[in-house]
């Protein structure tokens, strides 16, 4: 059994089975992220959607042709993988080099409190259990004017959101290769969940768990 | 080193004069141009193109307008401008100059070839 999902690509309805539909996601991300900093990405992506529903449409065989992955794989061949774009090479490497560089994040993904202590782990490559137990020894040490320090840190350091920040956070050169890496384990982390909620229920409720831990993070922070 | 990397970066080299010739002639949409494209097997995957012309649309070399169709949705069909006009007589020179002493070489080779023989 497949569950089918409904899509709207370049304002052409098409439905789709699953599997199908997170091959398809995971190209659409890719090409977004190729294309994150060039000109005119909007108009880009617009043509390629353009160009993939006109695709897409040629591959349905009736009304209720169901998008197959077979479909998809045949798309993706036609278009070709964002790798083999042949885009100008100079200003990408440059960039390539400039992100190679660490920088400190709060890694909001493994946290307690603000994501302070993995974070600094990450930079430090420690386990960021040590960092904590040495934030807890020195705010017991110093009387409670550490967590203070903690504050601060929290606010200073920004948090990693994006997924090039998470890769600049540990190390990681920020190509294509180590976004996919990424975006699959994210992917693999939420499969689970999602596999049992429909997109949009998944879509709420992730609202509002996130909204929950906001407050949770309101509540626990000091009132200064 | 493979041939295809090759003969990959001498297709790549002359993409843009081979499109903005083939706009000079006349206006075409997207998929037209993917067609021509094919055709003449300058392409190896379709992707190449989109940001190219959108490079050749930033800096105004082209331009395009949307026009309903009969079937399915509105086509993007792009046109040249002036500037693109003289950008490619510069282009056409270059090429004819560059094809001139490319084949001078590689025929006095095939001569040097016959005369060793």
């Given amino acids: ?30 090409l977004e992220i190729t294309f994150s900093e060039t000109d005119g990405k909007e108009e880009i992506l617009e043509e390629i959607e353009a160009r993939i529903a006109e695709l897409f449409q040629a591959s349905k065989k009736h009304n209720h042709y169901v998008i197959n992955q077979d479909d998809v794989t045949k798309m993706i061949e036609t278009l070709g993988e964002p790798e083999d774009f042949n885009l100008e090479e100079e200003p990408q490497t440059r960039k390539t080099q400039k992100s190679n560089e660490k920088k400190l994040f709060r890694d909001t993904d493994d946290c307690y409190i603000g994501g302070v202590g993995s974070g600094i782990g990450h930079y430090f490559v420690i386990y960021a259990v040590w960092v904590r137990l040495l934030f807890i020894l020195l705010t017991f040490l110093s009387g409670g004017s550490f967590a203070l320090i903690y504050w601060i840190l929290w606010v200073l350091i920004p948090k990693a959101e994006s997924r090039a920040d998470k890769l600049k956070m540990k190390g990681d050169p920020v190509n294509i290769v180590n976004i996919e890496r990424k975006i699959k384990e994210e992917f693999d982390d939420v499969k689970e969940k999602i596999n049992q909620l429909d997109y949009d229920q998944a879509k709420s409720s992730l609202k509002k768990i996130k909204k929950f831990l906001r407050l949770l993070r309101k509540s626990f922070s000091p009132s200064t | ?32 141009i993917l067609v021509s494209l094919k055709k003449g097997k300058m392409l190896v995957v379709e992707g190449t193109v989109y940001p190219l012309l959108s490079r050749l649309k930033n800096v105004k070399l082209l331009t395009y307008r949307w026009e309903e169709s009969s079937s399915g949705p509105p086509r993007k069909y792009y046109s040249i401008t002036p500037e693109g006009k003289t950008f490619l007589i510069d282009l056409e020179s270059a090429w004819k100059e560059l094809n001139k002493a490319v084949n001078i070489i590689t025929k006095s080779k095939i001569r040097y070839n016959e005369q060793n023989r």
């Fill in chain 1, 1 to 30: 059994m497949n569950k089918t999902v409904n899509i709207n690509l370049a304002s052409t309805f098409f439905q789709i089975d699953e599997e199908a539909y997170k091959v398809l996601n995971q190209y659409l991300k890719k």
């Fill in chain 2, 1 to 32: 080193m493979k041939i295809e990397n090759a003969t990959a970066q001498m297709r790549k080299g002359v993409l843009e004069y081979y499109i903005l010739s083939l706009i000079f002639k006349k206006d075409l949409y997207t998929s037209e």
